[in-house]
């Protein structure tokens, strides 16, 4: 897989050479449950329920996870590849050095969660949930965020390039260093203190300013 180069210096997910086949179930999956070093694919999990569950240098391939509730859960080096997580609820999970990739995470609930060192890459995240949540060294590139809720978060470090963010809720979300000049920003809900800093072009900017209430003459 070829790695795109980044703005934002993302360290990515380091992984032993060799995993062995993990193999998940409802039945080995409880709460606080530890799973690593090794893969999962091609498998569904879902009507399952489940607390402070920790991955480890986990590859997870094609996947799907239906209705799963994993609040609180811990990833550390974990990779997700061509996998559906949509409408999942990770609430106050703990991410570091984690990559989404040509994921599925439409509804996603990532509320009050910790990311560092997180990429989510060619993903549908329309609808997704990460208010309220701790965001430093993080990418989304060329993702789907329309409608996604980013209000009350703090976001350092974090890029986006080429995303759809239509409607995306920044509200209470300083936007300060960020660079949305390659995005879709229209209709984006901020407040005018939580733009300032934010790099925008002239076109979006009038675009924000017409959300803000503001008369350009």
């Known amino acids: 897989m070829e790695e795109k180069k980044l703005k934002t210096k993302v360290i990515r997910p380091k992984f032993d050479t060799d995993l062995d086949i993990i193999e998940l179930s409802k039945e080995n999956i409880e709460d606080e449950s530890i799973f690593s070093f090794g893969t999962v694919s091609d498998c569904c999990l879902e009507n399952h329920e489940a607390d ?3 991955f480890k240098q986990v590859i997870f391939t094609k996947v799907i996870f239906n209705k799963i509730t994993f609040r609180r859960i ?6 997700f590849e061509n996998c559906d997580l949509s409408n999942v609820d990770f609430n ?8 989404f990739v040509n994921c599925k995470i439409i509804g996603i609930n990532l ?4 990311f560092r060192d997180v990429i989510f890459e060619n993903c549908n995240g329309e609808f997704a949930f990460f208010n309220y949540s701790d965001c430093k060294q ?3 590139l060329e993702c789907q ?7 009350n978060s703090k976001l350092l470090k974090v890029e986006f390039r080429e995303s759809n963010m239509l409607g995306a809720q920044m509200n209470y979300t300083s936007l300060k260093g960020i660079d949305f000049t390659s995005c879709n920003i229209e209709g984006m809900g901020v407040n005018i203190a939580d733009v300032k800093g934010a790099r925008v072009t002239t076109t979006q900017a009038i675009s924000l300013s017409s959300i803000l209430g503001l008369i350009i003459k």
């Open 52 to 54: 402070r569950v920790n």
């Open 92 to 99: 106050e999970a703990s991410l570091h050095r984690v990559e």
């Open 74 to 79: 811990e990833m550390t080096d974990v990779r």
């Open 138 to 140: 993080v990418a989304f």
């Open 145 to 151: 965020l329309r409608s996604s809720d980013f209000q």
């Open 111 to 114: 509320s009050e969660t910790t």
